[in-house]
């Protein structure tokens, strides 16, 4: 079966300091991948998706990038945190070659800038 | 541009009530429907899907929800609320011009009174 997993799964930093997020999918070859962010009372917010090694889709300007080094592996970074990137960081996967098909969450990572 | 409103952020009920969580779209095509839960902390879980075929779909938990294409509405019901129902739902649609990406709805926060 497919699982997915996220690190860390929570993270206090200061404002100015880097970031990076770590998403990583076990039992499926070629998924789609995406990184969402939710703020309190403000659903769910994508930022990135991936249909491949090295493609990256940027869904909203912002002060994070996203990369993918290997097929199953994603990750969320940024090189200065601003006191707005706080919030729950959620990562999920799709089958590949499914359009429209369910995605599939992390348990998420909750960061905290200070 | 496509859009999901679920109407009332927050929603109480009394353990044994009747569930009803609203959910309408707005879609130039048919979509893919889906409704997520998510507990505190925690990733989102799918709860139920619409594809295409029987308009009344059944999930888990003893959710269920009826895609009605007239009204652009797809609503999550459950007879009878448990306790354990407590958590954010979400209501997401893909439409099929935006491929693998999901469309979320701001949640709603469901409230079981003992």
């Known amino acids: 079966s497919q699982t997915i997993h996220q690190w860390p799964a929570t993270l206090v930093q200061p404002v100015g300091s880097p970031l990076s997020l770590e998403c990583t999918v076990e039992g499926t070859s070629n998924p789609n991948l995406y990184w969402y962010r939710q703020a309190a009372g403000r659903g769910l917010q994508l930022l990135f998706y991936?249909?491949?090694?090295?493609?990256i889709s940027s869904e909203v300007p912002q002060n994070l990038s996203a990369s993918r080094p290997q097929d199953r592996q994603f990750i969320l970074s940024s090189k200065k945190l601003l006191l707005s990137d706080s919030g729950f960081y959620l990562c999920?996967?799709?089958?590949?070659?499914?359009?429209?098909?369910?995605?599939?969450f992390g348990p998420g990572t909750r960061l905290t800038v200070l | 541009a496509q859009s999901v409103t679920q109407l009332g952020s927050h929603v109480s009920v009394s353990e044994g009530a009747l569930v009803l969580l609203r959910c309408n779209y707005s879609s130039s095509v048919p979509p893919y429907l889906f409704w997520y839960v998510q507990y505190p902390n925690q990733g989102l879980q799918l709860l139920l899907k619409y594809t295409t075929g029987a308009t009344l779909v059944k999930g888990i938990n003893g959710f269920e929800a009826e895609f009605k294409k007239s009204e652009t509405s797809f609503h999550l019901t459950k007879p009878s609320a448990h306790m354990s129902d407590a958590a954010e739902y979400f209501c997401?649609?893909?439409?099929?011009?935006?491929?693998?990406?999901?469309?979320f709805g701001a949640g709603t926060i469901l409230r079981v009174k003992s």
């Open positions: 999920a996967w799709s089958a590949m070659g499914l359009a429209r098909n369910e995605q599939f």
């Open positions: 991936s249909v491949g090694i090295g493609q």
């Open positions: 997401a649609v893909t439409p099929m011009e935006y491929g693998n990406k999901l469309v």
